[in-house]
């Protein structure tokens, strides 16, 4: 199934999708739109174009489990993105995911302009990959 991972932010919101086999995520760019509305138009295309069979949006719950203001705010964007492609969407854990996008980044030495164009479909590309794991350990799971 052809999934695609969201990285959703204000400024930025970053797109990652994975083969048919669900073997591997690759990053599908980053969408800089002006406003709520222009974002969930531009990505809801995105994943169109993409050939998404599933979503999977990035939930930055707080660090003590508790949805803060932006994890609520990821949660109407998961459903105004399911609503207006008709595509099922899901929102998943991300806690420390651009952390760990920003670490990988600085590890391969990529600063600036370049690192602001990469880091948000990088935090995507890993929303999903944690995704799809999970989602074979279950499979898994089930075959035992």
């Not at 050939?51 to 932006?70: C, H, K, Q, S, Y």
């Not at 969407?89 to 602001?116: M, Q």
């Not at 990959?129 to 989602?135: A, G, L």
Request: hydrophobic share 40%.
């Amino acid at each position: 199934m052809v999934i695609v991972g969201i990285d959703f932010g204000d400024v930025r919101t970053g797109i990652a999708v994975c083969d048919r086999f669900e073997m591997m995520a690759s990053e599908a760019g980053c969408i800089k739109a002006n406003g709520y509305r222009k974002t969930l138009e531009a990505v809801s295309a995105k994943v169109k174009e993409l050939g998404a069979e599933l979503i999977v949006v990035g939930n930055p719950v707080n660090m003590d489990g508790t949805n803060g203001w932006r994890s609520e705010k990821c949660m109407a964007f998961a459903k105004d993105l399911s609503d207006a492609t008709g595509i099922p969407v899901e929102t998943y854990d991300e806690r420390l995911t651009t952390v760990s996008a920003h670490r990988i980044l600085s590890d391969n030495n990529v600063r600036g302009k370049k690192r602001k164009e990469t880091v948000d479909a990088l935090s995507a590309r890993l929303i999903l990959e944690d995704y799809m794991r999970r989602r074979q350990n279950i499979a898994n799971m089930g075959t035992k």
